[in-house]
């Protein structure tokens, strides 16, 4: 690993003990970092301590990506630019130049958190003694993605997607936008999680590491009832179809299918979930019932769902308003009274 082996030059030279800081390591690169004697931590939680004194210590953390997957593929987010950013150089002049590395890249992770974190647990291990060298740091002006899918596209999509020709597409989005869950919930959905009987989806573990129950509708019920019915694997939901995954990898050609079908722009798959939040807001549900239907960990993420609605709410009223405005009345209570066209003069 070229990662470990710079950081052992670089220890050796300053006389301290090395620490490999990298988006994931894997079994077996940590048992190599341990046999070396080498601490490292990577950015989904797996970690090998070695100091004078103590055992070392591995969490056990499991992955959560697939080893199997390509780097450039799992690592496509913005949180794990900041840990490709740290093996671009053997070494940084300051935080800063790390900083403008991750701007070039597109990245709007806030560079000071992550920074944050690693001394904290160098603390935490003993490793080092030192200040948050990103202190100061501007920190980067996260933009919250607002987009959901507007009421004079949303018979354009319904029929796109009952167009889709491949229903493990088209039953993927449906039971997305009808369920509001998480992309990777529903496509690691299982069959022991169901319960048809009852209607209801357990999720046994979410993004907030929580579980999440969903009591399942009408619409949703028969989508799930008719794919048990015709299944053929007995684990996932929408299984996969080749060796890479147990399950549906990702649905992003599918999903640009029924785009265009639709003629629709500048919409993700995440947005069915703010979709359905949207439009409870519209009808009525308080903020605690969207909170807890879209699993929302913190109250101020259910409350920027009810700004969308409230926009599109603000919309309607004024429309309802010029209509009734611009009316036009019987033709009797339109008549004006007309102005003497002999007086040359006309005031402002």
């Known amino acids: 690993m070229q990662a470990a082996n710079n950081a052992q030059f670089y220890a050796d030279c300053l006389n301290i003990r090395p620490l490999v800081v990298v988006p994931w390591l894997s079994e077996d690169q940590l048992l190599s970092l341990e046999k070396r004697r080498i601490s490292g931590v990577d950015l989904c939680g797996n970690g090998v301590l070695v100091a004078p004194g103590l055992s070392v210590f591995r ?28 093996l671009l150089k053997p070494e940084y002049n300051s935080v800063s130049e790390i900083r403008e590395e991750v701007l070039a890249r597109g990245g709007t992770i806030t560079l000071s958190t992550v920074l944050r974190a690693v001394i904290n647990k160098g603390k935490q291990w003993e490793l080092v003694d030192c200040e948050n060298p990103a202190t100061g740091i501007t920190k980067f002006k996260l933009k919250h993605r607002e987009r959901f899918v507007y009421a004079e596209e949303l018979p354009r999509l319904i029929a796109a997607i009952e167009a889709e020709e491949n229903q493990e597409i088209k039953d993927y989005v449906l039971i997305s936008l009808y369920t509001g869950a998480r992309k990777m919930n529903v496509l690691k959905m299982r069959w022991a999680d169901v319960d048809l009987d009852n209607a209801v989806w357990t999720i046994p573990d979410t993004k907030n590491n929580t579980a999440q129950t969903i009591l399942l509708t009408g619409p949703e019920l028969e989508i799930l009832q008719k794919r048990f019915d015709n299944r053929k694997k007995f684990d996932y939901v929408f299984p996969g179809t080749g060796t890479k995954s147990p399950h549906l990898a990702d649905p992003k050609k599918g999903w640009h299918r029924i785009l265009k079908r639709a003629r629709i722009e500048n919409l993700h798959l995440h947005d069915l979930r703010r979709t359905l939040g949207s439009y409870m807001a519209m009808t009525g549900a308080s903020l605690s019932v969207i909170g807890n239907a879209l699993n929302h960990k913190d109250v101020s993420t259910t409350r920027k769902v009810y700004a969308h609605s409230a926009h599109e709410a603000e919309r309607t009223a004024r429309e309802v308003a010029h209509q009734r405005m611009f009316a036009k009345q019987e033709e009797k209570e339109n008549k004006v009274v007309p102005l003497d066209k002999s007086r040359s003069n006309v005031e402002f």
């Not at 953390?61 to 794990?80: E, H, I, Q, W």
């Open 59 to 86: 969490t056990g953390t499991r992955n959560k990506f697939p080893a199997s997957r390509p780097l450039k593929r799992v690592y496509d987010g913005t949180s794990a630019l900041v840990g490709r950013v740290f």
